[in-house]
């Protein structure tokens, strides 16, 4: 019997118990920045839409309701400058992990095709991989023609970890370089609204697909730009046929977002002066902790957008985050995403102002 989760990574956090104890052994508590996990309240809008959708007593749609559809294509087009998109081009999901985790095995993928990730990724892509029995070869944008073939691609820009962005003609060469070999394109654009420096651009923003989203997907999350981590509220966009073979196999997987969900979730992508104060929240906090971490020591490489600071100190990233860990502070050491991380830390902006201001005392 081929038992896939032997295949399977350990999961990364598990690693880190023993440095998380010296950081909660602080006299004033940990500073726990390893996680990208939301800290700040729900909006009053969402949260009252919640409630509103509450009492429908039957079972929803897979597909999501018309009403959500139509507002994630036009929050796309609104924040992001996707290009127009027919409301059969969105579907729901259960978080975006789930999603991504399940995606190569749900596209038919066979085993043994290769699927490309980025070369320091978020750990869900080589999972997704290993779940269908695929073949994960790690590249970035400078690397992928060096890849012979490959069924599926990921991309993330802005990334997480090391917050770089992919500019419109390093996304149009992916775009190019996959429907030449006819390759599925899977962009996670979870923090594409947390801008610092630079333009985030999707997938699905015709400067780089010319308004032809055939072959590509994009993955959006209201975890992070609406404080939704808890409602699993997400959703795909783009290739209008392969968006209808994943809804057929989630429809028969009863793969389907709580109807008082969906509700949250229109009222979060047609309300955008929450997802701009929110954004505000994230700024004004990474503008007291980068300083205070480069004042340490470290190197603060790319981080010009998403919620984290990707650090360097020219040692084992795990050296690193044992060090921060003997001030109080939680780290995640870079080798989580992958060997070219090794020598980095990930330090996230999740944390209440009182704890980055904490945070930041320590470190000087």
Request: net charge negative; hydrophobic share 45%; with cysteine.
């Amino acid at each position: 019997m081929r038992r896939v989760s032997t295949a399977l990574p350990d999961f990364p956090w598990d690693t880190i118990a023993g440095v998380k104890t010296t950081a909660a052994a602080h006299p004033d508590g940990i500073v726990d920045l390893s996680v990208g996990t939301p800290v700040d309240p729900v909006d009053p809008l969402i949260r009252a839409a919640l409630a509103e959708a509450s009492e429908f007593p039957g079972y929803p749609t897979t597909v999501g309701t018309p009403e959500l559809r139509r507002s994630a294509a036009a929050a796309l087009a609104r924040r992001y400058g996707s290009s127009e998109l027919d409301e059969s081009a969105i579907l729901p999901v259960i978080g975006t992990k789930e999603a991504i985790a399940g995606l190569v095995s749900t596209l038919g993928i066979e085993p043994g095709e290769n699927i490309v990730i980025p070369e320091v990724a978020y750990p869900t892509y080589e999972v997704s991989a290993i779940l269908a029995g695929a073949t994960p070869i790690r590249a970035d944008a400078t690397g992928v023609a060096d890849v012979d073939d490959a069924a599926l691609v990921f991309v993330n820009s802005p990334s997480n970890p090391t917050g770089a962005v992919m500019d419109v003609d390093a996304l149009r060469g992916i775009v190019a370089w996959a429907r030449e070999r006819n390759a599925i394109i899977v962009s996670d654009e979870c923090y594409l609204g947390l801008a610092w420096e630079g333009e985030p651009v999707s997938i699905l923003d015709p400067r780089v697909s010319d308004g032809d989203h055939t072959g590509l997907i994009a993955v959006h999350s209201l975890s992070k730009v609406s404080n939704l981590a808890s409602y699993r509220a997400g959703f795909l966009a783009g290739d209008v046929e392969l968006i209808a073979e994943l809804l057929a196999v989630r429809k028969h997987s009863g793969l389907i977002v709580p109807f008082p969900i969906q509700g949250a979730m229109i009222a979060a992508l047609d309300d955008d002066r929450h997802v701009d104060e929110q954004a505000d929240r994230y700024r004004a906090r990474r503008d007291i902790l980068k300083p205070a971490v480069e004042a340490a020591g470290f190197t603060v490489d790319h981080s010009e957008a998403g919620l984290y600071l990707w650090s360097t100190r020219g040692e084992s990233g795990r050296e690193s985050v044992a060090w921060l860990a003997e001030r109080g502070i939680l780290a995640a050491p870079g080798d989580f995403y992958g060997p070219a991380g090794a020598n980095h830390v990930r330090i996230a902006l999740t944390a209440t102002d009182e704890r980055i201001a904490a945070a930041a005392k320590r470190l000087a």
